[in-house]
């Protein structure tokens, strides 16, 4: 699988991570089987959180591989995200170290490659968050730094105190989900996608050298499912994604990745599915190289327009 920049760090990372969310619905020799085809296809990237399951798919995660000496735990980037309570977010200092300990516990692992703040807290205080920050990394807990769901603006405020570089921003992004590039493409219209809901947050991260990862790249708007296969809602995407998978040999599932792929911020997708085969199916589009007019002619069957 080809790899791409971690943000502006030396580390290069597979362009597919494995996304956890959905791993506590799988038994210990399943989730083994899982985690072994990913690392046999170089996705060596597993993208956790405390709330997935409550924590139960960290849980699951470190069963799977326990007593299984053929995986090492250098072999593996582990990633976590804090931040989401009950009714609230808490991005305090306390809440971090708690949430990192108990994550380490969970993953039984002495360290995070990565822990990414999970959405923007609304009373945040900067300082809080590099103190625990300048504490996690100094214990040796953790190795990068990012965020999740954030503006440029909120990456800003926290930059005004954390010292250490932010080179992660995990967002929604498909070809049903595209507002990160509708907005600067209708720039200056009176169109729906001209509404710019993330202050160019694509823009931003290429120019501060952020790694995005896309998460739920095949969902359509507001949780109403995938957008693969359903032909009410999106015939001609699914028309135009079956012509290009039969002119490169492969799957509509493929070129939907594929086409997050090819975007040049050179982003990391987050697959979230458990299912093997399906996974292979993703991780095939790193191989696969769309062209610019095949891009557009995608983009635009997703409903989106060229002003």
Same mark, same amino acid.
């Given at each position: 699988?080809?790899?791409?920049?971690?943000?502006?760090?030396?580390?290069? %990372?597979?362009?597919?991570?494995?996304?956890?969310?959905?791993?506590g619905a799988l038994a210990p020799q399943e989730l083994n089987r899982l985690i072994?085809?990913?690392?046999?296809?170089?996705?060596?990237?597993?993208?956790?959180?405390?709330?997935?399951?409550?924590?139960?798919?960290?849980?699951?995660f470190a069963e799977a591989l326990a007593g299984d000496s053929s995986i090492r735990r250098e072999d593996l980037i582990l990633q976590s995200k804090c931040g989401i309570?009950?009714?609230?977010?808490?991005?305090?200092?306390?809440?971090?170290?708690?949430? %990192?300990? &108990?994550?380490? $516990?969970?993953l039984k692992t002495d360290y995070l490659d990565l822990l990414l703040i999970h959405r923007p807290d609304a009373l945040v205080e900067p300082e809080e968050v590099a103190a625990a920050f300048d504490e996690l990394e100094a214990a040796g807990k953790v190795r990068f730094f990012g965020v999740s769901n954030h503006k440029p603006a909120q990456v800003e405020l926290l930059k005004t105190c954390v010292r250490q570089p932010l #080179?992660?921003?995990?967002?929604?992004?498909?070809?049903?989900?595209?507002?990160? #590039?509708?907005?600067?493409? &209708? #720039?200056?219209?009176?169109t729906p996608g001209s509404v710019d809901h993330d202050g160019s947050v694509l823009d931003y991260a290429r120019i501060h050298g952020m790694t995005v990862q896309a998460w739920s790249p095949f969902q359509s708007p507001g949780?109403?499912?995938?957008?693969?296969?359903? &032909?009410?809602?999106?015939?001609?995407?699914?028309?135009?994604?079956?012509?290009?998978?039969?002119?490169? $040999?492969?799957?509509?599932?493929?070129?939907?990745?594929?086409?997050?792929?090819?975007?040049?911020?050179?982003?990391?997708?987050?697959? $979230?599915?458990?299912?093997?085969?399906?996974?292979?199916?993703?991780?095939?589009?790193s191989d696969v190289e769309l062209d610019r007019e095949e891009w557009y002619r995608l983009y635009l069957a997703a409903g989106n327009p060229l002003p």
């Amino acid at each position: 699988m080809k790899t791409v920049p971690l943000g502006s760090t030396t580390l290069r %990372v597979p362009q597919v991570a494995i996304g956890c969310m959905r791993l506590g619905a799988l038994a210990p020799q399943e989730l083994n089987r899982l985690i072994h085809a990913s690392l046999e296809a170089g996705a060596n990237f597993f993208d956790h959180a405390d709330i997935y399951g409550g924590g139960e798919c960290e849980t699951r995660f470190a069963e799977a591989l326990a007593g299984d000496s053929s995986i090492r735990r250098e072999d593996l980037i582990l990633q976590s995200k804090c931040g989401i309570r009950q009714g609230f977010y808490d991005s305090s200092k306390a809440h971090i170290l708690a949430s %990192v300990d &108990e994550i380490l $516990g969970r993953l039984k692992t002495d360290y995070l490659d990565l822990l990414l703040i999970h959405r923007p807290d609304a009373l945040v205080e900067p300082e809080e968050v590099a103190a625990a920050f300048d504490e996690l990394e100094a214990a040796g807990k953790v190795r990068f730094f990012g965020v999740s769901n954030h503006k440029p603006a909120q990456v800003e405020l926290l930059k005004t105190c954390v010292r250490q570089p932010l #080179v992660v921003n995990q967002l929604q992004f498909s070809l049903a989900v595209a507002t990160m #590039v509708a907005n600067g493409m &209708e #720039v200056n219209m009176d169109t729906p996608g001209s509404v710019d809901h993330d202050g160019s947050v694509l823009d931003y991260a290429r120019i501060h050298g952020m790694t995005v990862q896309a998460w739920s790249p095949f969902q359509s708007p507001g949780w109403q499912g995938p957008f693969l296969g359903d &032909e009410e809602r999106y015939p001609k995407l699914n028309a135009e994604l079956r012509a290009s998978a039969e002119a490169h $040999g492969t799957t509509p599932g493929t070129i939907a990745a594929a086409w997050v792929l090819r975007h040049p911020a050179k982003m990391q997708l987050i697959a $979230g599915t458990t299912r093997i085969d399906r996974l292979e199916r993703i991780f095939a589009a790193s191989d696969v190289e769309l062209d610019r007019e095949e891009w557009y002619r995608l983009y635009l069957a997703a409903g989106n327009p060229l002003p």
